[in-house]
């Protein structure tokens, strides 16, 4: 059964789209529709509505590449955003402030002959790591952000983001716990970002 969740990625995803994108695995929207699967969604969907099943009842699931969001996840019921946390080899760093310039965030900054990161302004983009000619700036920690509850509709609201940066399958677990926390509390006409405000997002961290 495919009318149970909708699952759109941005251009980036694919190989070599869009030149802000981090790596993407081949395959990854098709492994999240098989774990939404193996929830027992579908069949818990079939067994409240039938063959009623709209746009509306369906778990909405976003990925995007990078920040920039071009696929919407931040209004997702699951939004998942590509990040890459930056770490600096300092004692290599030439000191030509490329990355610093370049940061779309203004979140580098050089002090006393050192390059410093502000993680609060750090939206873990990658870009750095591109950029910077001597290639002294890494990935400490590659994967996803993940966003839970995104909304449009007559009382829209943002995402809320999980702590940490996930790794493919730890995302895929992440979603496995969604769907049981969904189904378990599960309300008419209500999206899944109303149940969580319910429930706690700490419910999804402790499981
Ligand atoms: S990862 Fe992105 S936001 Fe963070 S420091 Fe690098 S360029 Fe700036
Ligand atoms: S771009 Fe690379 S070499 Fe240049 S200041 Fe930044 S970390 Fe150092």
């Not at 983001?161 to 209500?190: A, F, H, Q």
């Amino acid at each position: 059964m495919d009318n149970t969740s909708t699952i759109n990625v941005c251009r980036g995803t694919g190989a070599g789209e869009c030149r802000f994108a981090l790596f993407v695995d081949e395959g990854f929207a098709g492994r999240i529709e098989e774990r939404i699967n193996d929830s027992g969604w579908p069949e818990f969907l079939q067994q409240r509505f039938g063959d009623n099943i709209n746009r509306h009842k369906m778990v909405s699931v976003s990925g995007a590449a990078c920040p920039n969001g071009c696929s919407r996840p931040h209004i997702a019921d699951i939004g998942l955003i590509r990040a890459c946390v930056p770490v600096i080899d300092h004692e290599s760093c030439i000191g030509c402030e490329e990355c610093v310039r370049q940061c779309p965030d203004e979140a580098m900054e050089m002090i006393d002959g050192k390059v410093l990161i502000t993680r609060e302004k750090c939206l873990v983009c990658g870009l750095c790591t591109n950029v910077c000619p001597t290639e002294v700036i890494s990935c400490s920690r590659s994967g996803w952000r993940f966003l839970v509850g995104g909304r449009l509709g007559r009382h829209p609201r943002l995402g809320i983001e999980l702590p940490g940066v996930y790794t493919s399958d730890e995302v895929l677990d992440l979603i496995s716990r969604c769907m049981k926390i969904w189904m378990d509390n599960y309300v008419d006409g209500k999206r899944f970002g109303w149940i969580m405000e319910r429930v706690g997002h700490d419910k999804l961290l402790l499981e």
